[in-house]
């Protein structure tokens, strides 16, 4: 891969911590993993993305960190880390980590230290307010579960911000300090081995706070300074940004007015994410089609990072009250399966019913799409969510590797309980089940995985819909770029299809399919390309020189 590696790569998350426990204490750990790189390497991706790792109270599933320059002990140690970094770079993955930096643990030592004296060093590292503050209950995150964004502090004798919980006291980005010492976090991590940095919450690392004022302005020269620091220490390392914000406001995050991409390398895209949701919902591409055609222009190096499934739950707060309601009504009927009136808290396979087919055309249509595709641990093997969790611990239980105990994932009490029961308990659903099965959904993704691949196009070249008529249901969209083009067709309705591609036909140096849902005949002269139900194929239509 080369400095742009990102282009071409495939992203797996996973919570260490219920990947694979190797000590016997109930809590995967990063020797764990090490012991599972054999079955990622397998799978075809080649980047990982590690959620929290700091240690921690625990009280918000490690984004609540306590020293920024260590593990939690319970996954391992430093030296466990950096193990984990070589095993996992002979192999070819590369490793980024999770950066959550727009707040701390209240038990975090420059906090404890902040609210002790106002003559504390670390004082002005947080927002402070003398006097309660008239957007108190403004700005919640987390609705229902949050009562308001300024706390008072008895010992502090002073109301503090936190855009999150109230044990997530925010940083002061005002403060130059607190930016230098981001800087050194940052190198800190890349000097050890990581690739980059998953940063969470970027629209609040750079928002301005003060007291009583909503509208706080947004510091972007902050990106632009961070990517130029870590990309000294590391030419290619990458910064992978969350921020759900308005479409017009997602180019500010890539790079400046003069259209250098001087910022943030990717960005995950939330408005594709609802879209898509909203197709497989409404059995129509439409959705998809608009956002592919409006989507803001990039600077040249900007990447999308596309996703079905996350962490956390599937936001659709950028869709209108109609369409969440279509959503809601397809894969999150009961109140149990929703969360803070906006998301989703599933995993895909519960949510399409089960439904082999349309699970497959769903991973098809998200990984062809512009960008890089993120995959969720266990959607490979179609894992589904225990509602009787809490929140956005549903879809957060430990991966189903076996029929052994607790699936494999640990012989001792889980750190948090194994999906045991029904159709998507661990004895139906496991890594070693499919493994034996060539026709299992992980072979499936084995296949998918690998023949993308083989088309870097989809990654670091554009992507068009092809605008004609076509039946009800069919997204034909192509991939350009300087290793050539590819062809995509894809039904999101059960009915079976003839698709007229016979303009495309000139276009083309013996063209070929190179993956489908089933055995179709050959593309022809592209005038009577056919397509069931839930049906999808790949057609390569020219190979490039590069």
Request: with cysteine; glycine share 8%; proline share 6%.
């Amino acid at each position: 891969m080369g400095e742009r590696w990102y282009t071409e790569s495939v992203i797996y998350c996973l919570d260490v911590e219920t990947f694979q426990d190797s000590n016997g204490d109930g809590i995967g750990d990063f020797q764990g993993l090490i012991s599972r790189l054999d079955y990622l390497t397998r799978l075809g991706i080649n980047c990982l993305w590690l959620h929290p790792i700091h240690p921690t109270p625990g009280r918000d599933d490690g984004y609540d960190a306590t020293d920024f320059y260590n593990v939690d002990p319970r996954l391992g140690t430093l030296g466990d880390f950096a193990e984990l970094l070589h095993e996992a770079a002979n192999r070819g993955i590369k490793v980024i980590i999770d950066l959550v930096v727009n707040h701390t643990s209240d038990e975090h030592p420059w906090f404890q230290s902040a609210v002790a004296s106002k003559d504390s060093p670390y004082r002005d590292w947080f927002v402070w307010a003398d006097k309660e503050p008239a957007d108190r209950f403004q700005g919640m995150v987390f609705p229902g579960e949050q009562a308001e964004t300024w706390t008072y502090h008895r010992r502090a004798r002073a109301w503090y911000y936190h855009r999150f919980y109230d044990f997530q006291p925010d940083l002061n980005f005002a403060n130059p300090l607190v930016r230098a010492e981001i800087k050194k976090i940052l190198a800190f991590w890349i000097q050890l081995g990581v690739a980059g940095f998953r940063m969470d919450a970027v629209p609040f690392i750079i928002e301005l706070t003060e007291p009583g004022r909503s509208e706080a302005p947004m510091d972007f020269d902050y990106l632009t300074e961070l990517r130029q620091h870590i990309q000294w220490r590391r030419g290619d390392a990458v910064l992978l940004a969350e921020a759900n914000v308005e479409p017009e406001k997602l180019p500010e995050y890539f790079g400046d007015a003069g259209g250098s991409a001087n910022r943030i390398h990717m960005l995950f895209d939330f408005m594709l994410n609802g879209r898509l949701v909203l197709a497989l919902a409404r059995q129509n591409p439409e959705p998809v089609i608009e956002w592919l055609k409006t989507t803001p222009k990039l600077p040249a190096g900007g990447q999308w990072a596309t996703f079905l499934r996350n962490h956390d739950e599937i936001d659709l707060s950028r869709l209108t009250a109609e369409q969440r309601e279509d959503v809601f009504e397809q894969f999150g009927p009961d109140e149990d399966m929703r969360l803070y009136d906006r998301g989703i808290r599933r995993r895909l396979g519960p949510m399409l019913g089960g439904d082999r087919s349309r699970l497959e055309l769903a991973y098809s249509l998200q990984f062809t799409l512009r960008g890089t595709p993120v995959l969720r641990y266990g959607e490979e093997i179609g894992m589904g969510e225990d509602l009787t969790q809490a929140g956005r611990y549903a879809i957060r239980t430990p991966m189903q590797w076996s029929y052994a105990t607790n699936g494999g994932f640990s012989d001792a009490e889980p750190i948090r309980p194994v999906i045991s029961k029904g159709e998507w308990g661990f004895e139906q659903v496991n890594v070693t089940a499919q493994r034996h099965d060539p026709a299992s959904l992980l072979a499936w993704f084995e296949r998918m995985i690998r023949t993308l691949r083989e088309s870097p196009e989809v990654g670091n070249g554009t992507c068009a819909c092809v605008d004609q008529p076509l039946p009800p249901g069919v997204l034909v969209h192509r991939a350009d770029g300087p290793t050539g083009s590819m062809l995509f067709l894809h039904n999101l309705g059960t009915d079976d299809v003839t698709v007229d591609l016979g303009n495309l036909a000139g276009d083309t140096d013996h063209p070929n399919e190179v993956f489908a849902n089933q055995e179709y005949d050959e593309v022809g002269d592209f005038t009577a390309l056919r397509l069931s139900g839930y049906g999808y194929r790949w057609i390569r239509l020219r190979r490039g020189a590069a």
